[in-house]
């Protein structure tokens, strides 16, 4: 039984994805972040980067959402959520998932708490604004790689589609919206019509209407 600490919309949401895609059994624990309680000391222990999402597997307790997504696919790799070691698309998975992760989802993260990066208050305006255009470019690169393809990797959904999708649904925000790229655009309405993804975001009570 597997344990996931989350936030819903959070970057819990990957793996409460993959969880429930693969059929697993497990266990949802709310980390309440209105009351800060990811920097509790009770959750510091689990997870000393005071961030959601923690898993817990037995013995193992892991953070960092990308982690926690190839360890649920490597110890599952018959729901075909990874692709198989030697295959060429192997490495396209992991190049994907990273990209996401170091790239689009840091950008996010900067766009959305810019007065982390900076102790001018002045300049808080001006790395949103910069941080849009870093976004853009990258939904950029990301739409160019849907051309013709149904899911990033091909025509079979895998855990960096789950990633990617969480990720354009913080991006709603931005000034760009991934709605107004034509490949992301057909690619979001066709994920928020799976049931996984309806499942899921019914329960975190995330909205999908921007998807319709
Ligand atoms: N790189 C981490 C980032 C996790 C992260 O930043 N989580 C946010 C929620 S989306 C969080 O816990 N923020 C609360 C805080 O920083 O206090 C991951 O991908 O798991």
């Excluded at 790689?145 to 931005?174: E, H, N, P, R």
Aim: glycine letters at 2%; proline letters at 7%; one cysteine or more.
């Amino acid at each position: 039984m597997y344990k996931l600490y989350y936030y819903p919309n959070n970057a819990s949401l990957a793996p409460h994805f993959l969880l429930h895609e693969m059929k697993l059994e497990y266990e949802l624990l709310l980390v309440d972040r209105k009351s800060n309680e990811q920097k509790s000391s009770e959750y510091l222990k689990l997870n000393p980067a005071g961030r959601i999402p923690t898993l817990i597997d037995g013995e193992i307790t892991l953070f960092e959402s990308p982690a926690i997504c190839i360890h649920l696919c490597e110890q599952h790799p018959e729901k075909g959520l990874i692709p198989p070691l030697g295959s060429q698309a192997r490495p396209m998975f992991f190049q994907w998932l990273t990209y996401l992760n170091n790239t689009l989802q840091a950008e996010l993260m900067v766009r959305y708490y810019p007065h982390k990066h900076t102790t001018a208050e002045s300049a808080i305006p001006a790395i949103a604004e910069a941080q849009d255009e870093r976004i853009a470019e990258s939904l950029l690169i990301i739409d160019e790689a849907l051309t013709d393809k149904q899911y990033l990797l091909g025509d079979k959904i895998s855990a960096c589609d789950f990633f990617l999708f969480m990720l354009l649904k913080w991006s709603l925000g931005v000034k760009k919206s991934p709605m107004s790229f034509p490949h992301l655009n057909a690619y979001l309405k066709r994920l928020a019509q799976y049931p996984t993804i309806r499942e899921v975001c019914e329960f975190e009570k995330i909205d999908l209407r921007p998807f319709e």
